[in-house]
């Protein structure tokens, strides 16, 4: 699968619920605190979603600058 690029535009609307859904669903499965708040900062506050971002959310102890 070809990496897509980061558009740099803010999520909103829909993928930003789809995000808040599934950030929900990670906590009520007792996933770690950190690595939700990792994930939020990338997909709803930055609005990256790249492969590099998101695996640097789930797997690392730094912040989710690239």
């Known amino acids: 699968m070809e990496e897509e690029q980061e558009s740099g535009r803010p999520v909103v609307g829909v993928p930003k619920q789809a995000f808040e859904a599934f950030l929900k669903a990670l906590e009520e499965k007792s996933f770690p605190v950190d ?20 695996k640097n959310a789930l797997f690392s102890d730094n912040n989710t600058d690239s």
């Open 35 to 54: 690595v939700i708040s990792r994930l939020r900062k990338a997909l709803i506050e930055k609005g990256t979603v790249s492969e590099p971002t998101i």
